[in-house]
């Protein structure tokens, strides 16, 4: 039971007991207790700078998920998805709150799913006042009134200073985090790194929704329009997706994770941002940029003595972040849900410079691209090597996805259909050549091409086939060259165009090999033509 004018709460249901427990502090009380304990610093900005220590990412190796009755059949186990066994996990679980027990420890119910429908309610046990801080800024906000009746669904218990032993735990290392469907619990130990917090839950509803409520879950941003009209944009790190999603004539439903229901609305599963700030700039990032102020969390930056962040200096890490609560954000949907979707955005950096810019896919194709979730990544130039590296992340977030690939890929499809949503698959990559010959597509082209999709212009152009991906490439775009929008033609070597393709398309055919025997024929179809 809650006592909200103390703020106290007891945990002897948790197995956490005579613990000194912070019940939902406010995020200025955390911010004043982070810094009185050390543990962080005021920014220049106001925002709090943390260091979450050994771990600055996730850990994917050391990700569970406990195998019972619930999931045996239903999880996609393998390298993604690794069995743990239920007894170990009670072992475990009894060692972490007994570490916990007589500590101080920060509380915070809280919830996922802005659809009221879909409300997931959600206890927070954290052993750092910043790591409550970070739930506070990423999970939906209850109000007082409902915090009086508030009743945990699910549990995170998030101990970064308890480190497991692997002889006897039965963990690779000394930190994990797992996920226990049974119990509804998620396990977080031996990391600091906040984001196992924030993908802890995220990853139990990509199982929940799809299997309890016929509902997809999506790693993606999206955004509406003035007509009512919902805008989906997936893509994997440094495609664009949040850059992309933050248009000034657009309202933000959010930027990373979204549930798409069967009523056909669109609902942010976060109450927050926890976005890159690697190389961040004002210009490039005005969103992001001005989010950063008290309220805020800056993870693993470069500060100089004035507390002026170096974005630049990735000496601690390149995974530099901060997350802030979704109000930091002027242009904001309000209830965080948007309607009638109609445009979905698969964005991809492809540094091989052989996709098109824009163009439009048919309900295999799309299924085909969103298993595949391709993007590329620049290899070092240090060492000498320039040349782009294929990487497929299966629904552009293969580390969050319980079940196989084909069973979103399916449900992604159908929900098209229904709703007569227009797919498009946009290389925000290169153009002219590969990475180290040709040129990053311009950020305004780009632009400029999803502008005319959401209004509906490309719907009355000529589109031409790619000969090797099938791919439909319109032929003209306002406020972008005609040269640009075929690949082929912004290539000065035709003959190196047409390796470089080939070489690209046998990388997708290799990556689904490992899907085809789950895939119907519409979605193989959907491939590379060669």
Known sequence: MVNLDSKSISLENLGIKNATVRYNLTSDELHATTIEKGQGVEAKSGALAINTG??????????????????????????????????????????????LSEKEVFVRDSYACADENYKLNIRVVNEYPWSNMFAHNMFLRPTEEELKTFSAEWTVINAPGFMADPTVDGTRQHNFAILNFGKKIALIGGTGYTGEIKKGIFSALNFILPVFKNTLPMHCSANVGKEGDTAIFFGLSGTGKTTLSADPARKLIGDDEHGWTNENTVFNFEGGCYAKVIDLTEEKEPDIFHAIKKGAILENVVMNEEGEVDFEDVSITQNTRVSYPIYHIDNIQEGSIGRNP???????????????????????????HFISGYTAKVAGTEAGVNEPLPSFSACFGAPFMPLHPTRYAEMLSAKMQEAGVNV?????????????????????????????????????????????????????CENVPDEVLNPRGTWADKEAYDAKAMELATSFRKNFSQFEEFANEEIMAGGPLV
């Open 54 to 99: 050994e771990f600055t990412g996730r850990s994917p190796m050391d990700r569970f998920i406990v195998k019972d009755e619930i999931t045996k059949d239903e999880i996609w186990w393998g390298d993604i998805n690794l069995p743990f066994d239920s007894d170990k996990f009670d072992q475990l679980y009894d060692k972490v709150t007994n570490y």
């Open 342 to 368: 109609k445009n979905i955005f698969f964005l991809t950096a492809d540094a091989f410079g052989v996709l098109p810019p824009i163009s439009k896919l048919t309900p295999g194709q799309a299924a085909y």
């Open 424 to 476: 498009w698959l946009v290389n925000t990559g290169w153009t002219g050549g590969a990475y180290g010959t040709g040129s990053r597509m311009k950020l305004k082209y780009t632009r400029a091409m999803i502008t005319e999709a959401l209004e509906g212009r490309l719907d009355n152009v000529e589109f031409v086939q790619h000969p090797i991906f099938g791919l439909a490439m319109p032929t003209t």
